[in-house]
């Protein structure tokens, strides 16, 4: 069977290494990292995101500030909110939560945070970053980082390898299609995207050493279309129904991935579970980020 690749895990020991260098920091500098979170209205997921971002950037030892605003703030309101904390040198990482009310316009709201700030990396001048690679790559969006990071975590070749990703959204699909592609250590793949056009999705998934998933769409990779041996990395995260919780005894949702999990752990080589596998590292890479921020303003990478 399978060695399974916990996000769970993983996330203990980088949030370790976070937190340790934070503290290193504070001692060198008297200064630590600083992020803040705005939340536009009160929609119950953003709302458990905002709070699970900022619990864990409490948790490391970063400054933090939750800054709430009502629905009815206007977009101009927004932006000069926006431009005062670009212009905060306590601030290194500014999160704006999606969705916004539809009387502001997502795409002018993020295009205004200050790139050296945009520790999400949704800034066109950051994706613009990542494509060129190398030196360049200020913050590699969190969730195909927390991928990366995983593959090269459980000492998965990448150099060589066939990568197969499932999907093309902007926030995994192409970026970590391009990551995989760059030249360096955890990268040196070769590449490919295969979507909803895709003439025979099976063919190309079987020749993939490395198999990643996100599609959203529940058990679409059957247990045959994975060459044994390979690492699959499951990236969806698919609401199929609603249970009783034995902690809490409340009502939660069954998640499921996109990857038949209890079959394909019979043939691939490692994989990563749906919940616990990837899910766990997008806040993870966020911390990275902020941390790496915090570097770059006060010239110390
Ligand atoms: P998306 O809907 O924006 O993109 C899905 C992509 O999959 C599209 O490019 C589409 O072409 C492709 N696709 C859909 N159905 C397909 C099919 N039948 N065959 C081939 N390709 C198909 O979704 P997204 O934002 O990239 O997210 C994908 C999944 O990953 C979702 O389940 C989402 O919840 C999950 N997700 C998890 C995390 C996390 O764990 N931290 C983060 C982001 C997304």
């Known amino acids: 069977s399978a060695k399974l690749i916990k996000g769970t895990d993983i996330r203990e020991e980088i949030l370790e290494e976070v937190t340790k260098e934070v503290a290193e920091l504070k001692e060198k500098t008297g200064k630590?990292?600083?992020l803040v979170t705005i939340l536009v209205g009160e929609n119950p997921a953003s709302v458990s995101y905002v709070t699970l971002k900022i619990k864990t950037a409490h948790r490391v030892g970063f400054t933090e500030i939750q800054d709430n605003q009502s629905p009815d703030i206007s977009e101009e309101d927004l932006l000069a909110l926006i431009d005062k904390y670009n212009n905060d040198d306590t601030i290194n990482g500014i999160l704006v939560q999606l969705p916004l009310p539809k009387h502001i316009d997502d795409k002018k709201i993020l295009n205004a945070i200050d790139p050296d700030k945009d520790v999400d990396?949704?800034?066109p001048v950051?994706?613009?970053r990542l494509m060129i690679g190398g030196d360049e790559v200020k913050f590699a969006p969190c969730t195909p980082a927390g991928i990366q990071e995983m593959i090269v975590r459980a000492g998965v070749e990448t150099s060589g390898a066939e990568v197969v990703v499932v999907g093309r959204s902007n926030i995994v699909g192409k970026p970590i299609a391009n990551m995989m592609v760059q030249k360096g250590p955890g990268a040196n793949s070769t590449v490919t995207i295969v979507h909803t056009r895709t003439k025979d999705l099976a063919a190309?998934?079987?020749r993939a050493d490395i198999l990643i998933v996100a599609a959203g769409v529940p058990g679409l990779v059957k247990p045959e279309w994975i060459k044994p041996g390979a690492c699959v990395i499951d990236v969806g995260v698919n609401r199929v129904g609603t249970k009783i919780s034995?902690?809490?005894?409340?009502?939660?949702?069954?998640?499921?991935g996109d990857v038949d999990f209890?079959?394909?752990?019979?043939?691939?080589?490692?994989i990563t579970p749906v919940p616990g596998g990837v899910g766990p590292m997008t806040i993870t890479m966020l911390m990275v980020n902020t941390l790496k921020s915090f570097k770059f303003a006060n010239g110390l990478m």
């Open 32 to 34: 630590v990292p600083g």
């Open 121 to 123: 990396g949704f800034h």
């Open 126 to 128: 950051n994706v613009g």
């Open 204 to 206: 190309h998934c079987k």
């Open 246 to 256: 034995e902690k809490t005894g409340k009502e939660v949702a069954v998640l499921r």
């Open 262 to 270: 209890d079959a394909a752990k019979e043939i691939a080589g490692s």
